[in-house]
């Protein structure tokens, strides 16, 4: 592992061998999950999986890539990548991750939509907002008047 | 999705005889050990519960484990975005990686922690990982990453697994080649029923994926008969192959 940077901040140098990794305590914490009560993990098991799961994700996408080079298309999407696992040989995930997506995507159209409603409903009330204005205004002061104030 | 720790059942170290593999030599005398090939079959047969129990954490997965994940989403980006051929990558990509690096990491680390069991250790080593790359055919393109090396034996292990890592789960017929041990193993004839072994004793490390199973009350279902001498002591594992988790 590298040297942890000095002065911390972002990006150059010594940080940047870090982002090749994903944080070891997040990968500890799952290996926890993994392991009965009384388990211990020695830290160069940690380091060893911290490696490992950096070449699972560039393996996986590197066949997903070549997928969608293939099909010339731009993105990399989730199915690319369960597709991916599935000609890997992770046929144990597939399943799996096929509902997590098809989840997240719900989820997403959802708040989507959500999002969509609201803004409409903004628009509409400041259209009622602005037609109260205007209403006002002309009960008030009759319309010369506020064509010819002095400026 | 959850943060819940898998609960085991509090384990007693694996007894001194282990799982033990005799040398096929004749003249044993005494009760005959335990075919590697059941200890593969219970192995398998946790790893299959567990894949169980990830599909039904997917079905239940709420609106709040798509905005925490356990991984940093901007990570895997860069992670990926590290290919040069990568061009642009979906919103959903990094959440889909989240899900599946952790479930790598499960399945690696169990696999790994199966492996310390069987050299009668609680602690989860670097050898540990090596020995579950090298056994297992997925993780094959890791074979670099842990050099096989690490994945020494110990010499007081009764499991000397041959490095190729092929077939070696499911136990399917001969083995191809003498192991790296140089001992070679004892594997009954497919077909015949396994003799009983009141001395076989399980790991441990009860496949208690889902929550709650301490209240295991569901009979076992395990195949060889003489399960009395194994219950005994033992947390909760009562059931092979672990029934599926049952929702609550």
């Known amino acids: 592992m590298s040297e942890a940077e000095a002065g911390g901040g972002s990006g150059s140098g010594g940080g940047k061998e870090q982002d090749r990794f994903l944080p070891i305590a997040n990968i500890g914490r799952i290996m926890r999950r993994a392991v009965p009560e009384n388990g211990k993990i020695a830290k160069d098991a940690k380091d060893c999986i911290q490696e490992c799961v950096s070449e699972f994700i560039s393996f996986i996408t590197s066949e997903a890539s070549d997928k969608c080079m293939k099909e010339r298309r731009k993105t990399i999407n989730g199915d690319d990548i369960i597709w991916s696992l599935g000609t890997l040989g992770f046929e144990e995930y597939v399943e799996a991750l096929k509902i997590y997506l098809k989840n997240y995507r719900e989820r997403v159209t959802q708040r989507v939509q959500n999002l969509l409603i609201r803004m409409e409903r903004n628009r509409f009330y400041s259209m009622v907002n602005l037609h109260h204005c205007l209403t006002a205004c002309r009960m008030e002061g009759g319309g010369s008047d506020w064509h010819s104030k002095p400026i | 999705m959850d943060n819940q720790p898998l609960p085991y059942s509090t384990g007693q170290p694996p007894a001194p005889g282990g799982a033990p593999v005799v040398p096929g030599v004749s003249g044993s005398a005494g009760p005959p050990p335990v075919p590697h090939h059941h ?192 219950a005994a002591g033992h947390g909760g594992a009562d059931s092979f192959p672990p029934a599926p988790p049952r929702s609550e």
């Not at chain 2, 393109?141 to 092929?166: C, H, M, N, Y």
Request: charged letters at 20%; glycine letters at 8%.
């Open chain 2, 39 to 230: 200890l593969l079959q219970q192995q398998q047969a946790q790893l299959q519960a567990f894949w169980a129990y990830q599909r039904q954490e997917a079905e239940r997965a709420s609106a709040s484990d798509f905005k925490n994940h356990q991984l940093p989403l901007a990570r895997i980006k860069k992670i990926m975005k590290a290919d040069e051929d990568v061009r642009m990558i979906s919103a959903e990509a990094p959440v889909l990686f989240a899900k599946a690096c952790e479930l790598f990491i499960l399945e690696l680390t169990i696999r790994s922690w199966l492996h310390a069991e069987e050299n009668k250790r609680r602690t989860l080593q670097r050898n540990d990982v090596a020995a579950a790359i090298a056994r297992t055919d997925v993780f094959d393109f890791l074979v670099d990453i842990v050099p096989r090396e690490e994945a020494k034996e110990e010499p007081g292990s009764a499991l000397g697994f041959a490095a190729s890592g092929t077939g070696v789960v499911g136990g399917g017929g001969a083995p191809g080649g003498a192991p790296a041990a140089g001992m070679p193993y004892y594997y009954p004839p497919m077909g015949q029923p396994a003799p009983m072994m009141p001395a076989w004793h399980v790991p441990a490390w009860d496949p208690a994926w889902q929550q709650g199973a301490a209240d295991v009350d569901h009979s076992g279902s395990f195949s060889e008969e003489g399960q009395a001498g194994f």
